[in-house]
């Protein structure tokens, strides 16, 4: 890239789940360091896109709503009017790049085209070079764009005013901040990746027991018969009445934003793969990670101290509490020697 080129406007397209957003951000990151003189946006959904709120990479935020993440009341004619607004005004911004990391999805790349930058690329099977993980093929564009290619931290930005008052929960229920809290992440999109309400408390009770832990319980709201998100409400209140007397403070994630400030908070995560896990990798948090059909290699915590647990049978259901307990003091052990090394799946 030339020195008349150090200045582009770029968008980067990035419009799926959570976790594939939060494994978008070291290529922005990369893009801020290596041209901190360009215009660099993105374009996510409404439903994820507070994941880039005070990004210090970007310029700008662009989101708009999918069909299926509509809420109740909302006209799927009047949001697609909206996204052709959006479109408009993308384009008039004249853009140099538009960058698909996430590859060749059919809404990218009609966003793509409405856009009309000079130049696009797309994340395709060549990209795979690079290495297994997602992080490592998004972050392949910057060697297409002429850049150094490197994959540096993920960046997440936690609210200053949801931190504060998750803060002041913390402090209004344990006036003693507790030696160690514990972040337990209880929703998971897949039903593979779902572990029990029983299992949950059997690992508070025993890391309360070994440790003094005491613990942020998070969850998606709503029942579990939810149309677009089902919730995880009953699952919460089984681990609240099955965790006994172990300390635990209880917040549903009505919002990323609350569910990012909580997971800042935390000394650590216990979590099934998925967004609320790369979150937590995010903001830098200690994780033991349960993964069910998902490919560790690509979708394994980036760059943080971490543990991974994966049976043979690829269901979260058949990892037993004592062994989520043994990766956790595996996890310590390593954290204490300074020795934060990832460590393979087991």
């Given at each position: 890239?030339?020195?008349?080129?150090?200045t582009?406007?770029?968008l980067v397209?990035r419009?799926?789940?959570?976790?594939?957003?939060?494994?978008?951000?070291?290529?922005?990151?990369?893009l801020r360091?290596?041209l901190?003189?360009a215009?660099?946006?993105?374009?996510a959904?409404?439903?994820?896109?507070?994941?880039?709120?005070?990004?210090p990479?970007?310029?700008?935020?662009?989101?708009?709503?999918?069909?299926?993440?509509?809420?109740e009341?909302?006209?799927?004619?009047?949001?697609y009017?909206?996204?052709?607004g959006?479109?408009?005004?993308?384009r008039?911004?004249?853009f140099?790049?538009?960058?698909?990391?996430?590859?060749?999805?059919?809404?990218?790349?009609?966003?793509?085209r409405?856009?009309g930058?000079?130049?696009?690329?797309?994340?395709?099977p060549?990209?795979?070079?690079?290495?297994?993980?997602?992080?490592?093929?998004?972050?392949s564009?910057?060697?297409?764009?002429?850049?150094?290619?490197?994959?540096?931290?993920?960046r997440?930005v936690p609210?200053?005013?949801?931190?504060a008052?998750?803060?002041?929960?913390?402090?209004a229920?344990?006036p003693?901040?507790?030696?160690?809290?514990?972040?337990?992440?209880?929703?998971?999109?897949?039903?593979s990746q779902r572990w029990?309400?029983?299992n949950?408390?059997?690992l508070?009770?025993?890391?309360?027991?070994?440790?003094g832990?005491?613990?942020?319980?998070?969850?998606?709201?709503?029942?579990?018969?939810?149309r677009?998100?089902?919730?995880?409400d009953?699952?919460?209140?089984?681990?609240?009445?099955?965790?006994g007397?172990v300390?635990v403070?209880?917040?549903?994630?009505?919002?990323?934003?609350?569910?990012?400030?909580?997971?800042?908070?935390?000394?650590?995560?216990?979590c099934?793969?998925?967004?609320a896990?790369?979150?937590?990798a995010?903001?830098?948090?200690?994780?033991?990670?349960?993964?069910?059909?998902?490919d560790?290699?690509?979708w394994r915590?980036?760059?943080v101290?971490?543990?991974l647990?994966?049976?043979?049978s690829?269901?979260v259901?058949?990892?037993a509490?004592?062994?989520?307990?043994?990766?956790?003091a595996?996890?310590?052990?390593?954290?204490?020697?300074?020795?934060?090394?990832?460590?393979?799946?087991?």
């Open positions: 890239m030339s020195a008349a080129e150090r582009p406007r770029i397209i419009r799926d789940n959570i976790g594939d957003l939060v494994c978008t951000t070291p290529l922005l990151r990369s360091t290596q901190p003189r215009r660099i946006a993105a374009l959904t409404r439903y994820n896109a507070a994941a880039l709120a005070g990004n990479d970007l310029d700008a935020v662009y989101a708009y709503t999918k069909a299926k993440h509509r809420g009341g909302e006209n799927v004619i009047a949001l009017a909206r996204r052709v959006l479109a408009l005004e993308l008039r911004e004249r140099d790049w538009v960058l698909l990391p996430g590859g060749p999805h059919a809404s990218a790349l009609r966003f793509a409405w856009i930058a000079q130049r696009t690329l797309v994340r395709g060549a990209d795979a070079a690079a290495g297994p993980h997602e992080v490592e093929q998004c972050c564009l910057l060697a297409r764009m002429g850049l150094r290619y490197e994959t540096p931290p993920q997440v609210d200053p005013g949801e931190l008052a998750i803060g002041s929960r913390i402090a229920h344990w003693a901040r507790p030696g160690s809290l514990i972040a337990l992440h209880l929703s998971a999109r897949k039903p029990s309400a029983a949950f408390a059997a508070a009770r025993a890391l309360h027991r070994e440790s832990a005491a613990f942020l319980l998070l969850w998606a709201p709503g029942g579990s018969e939810g677009a998100h089902p919730g995880d009953e699952k919460a209140r089984e681990v609240i009445e099955a965790a007397a300390p403070l209880p917040l549903a994630t009505r919002r990323l934003e609350v569910l990012i400030a909580a997971l800042a908070h935390c000394d650590a995560v216990i099934c793969d998925g967004g896990m790369h979150l937590a995010a903001l830098g948090k200690p994780i033991v990670c349960l993964f069910g059909r998902s560790a290699a690509r915590p980036w760059g101290a971490h543990e647990l994966q049976k043979d690829r269901e259901s058949d990892i509490p004592r062994e989520a307990l043994a990766a956790y595996r996890l310590r052990a390593r954290l204490a020697a300074g020795n934060p090394v990832d460590s393979p799946a087991a």
